[in-house]
């Protein structure tokens, strides 16, 4: 393995003249989607606590990834929404009044905030389930398919 060169003032500064800043828009679009990211935390314990007890009051599972995925294995009880199919129209029948708790792949997989994302943009009062289906397996929690 090669060592890391440690970086000097001569770097910094090649570093700035060829680094592109984001235009102020899309820079104050990146800073909301990241605040947004920030609340949409959602540990995977509770849902499981509530399937236990057979309770899902106040709060659906949303499965974001393709809808392969979903037939795969999925958590208890959630219902399919790939994050590219959320649109107005595809939510028009969702209850506005329950928390929409979106989970994907693993911690390496985004779909979950970005369906959290575009449903909170709609309105929705969202949360993302952190690590995914792939945590809940490794919890030992119990799965659906079909």
């Known amino acids: 393995m090669f060592p890391c060169p440690e970086p000097g003032p001569e ?8 680094s592109h800043p984001l235009p102020p828009q899309r820079s104050l679009q990146r800073r909301r989607v990241l605040r947004a990211r920030t609340r949409l935390r959602g540990r995977p314990g509770r849902p499981r606590l509530d399937l236990a007890d057979g309770r899902t009051d106040g709060y659906v599972l949303v499965e974001t990834r393709s809808p392969g995925a979903y037939a795969e ?16 129209e595809s939510t028009r029948d969702l209850d506005r009044n329950l928390v929409y708790v979106c989970y994907c792949e693993s911690i390496y997989c985004n779909a979950a905030t970005q369906g959290a994302y575009r449903l909170a943009r709609l309105g929705f009062t969202v949360k993302r389930l952190s690590g995914g289906i792939t945590t809940w397996l490794a919890h030992g929690y119990p799965t659906e398919a079909g």
């Open 73 to 88: 294995a999925r958590l208890p009880g959630a219902i399919c929404l790939p994050y590219r199919e959320i649109t107005e």
């Open 11 to 18: 770097r910094e500064d090649q570093h700035r003249e060829t």
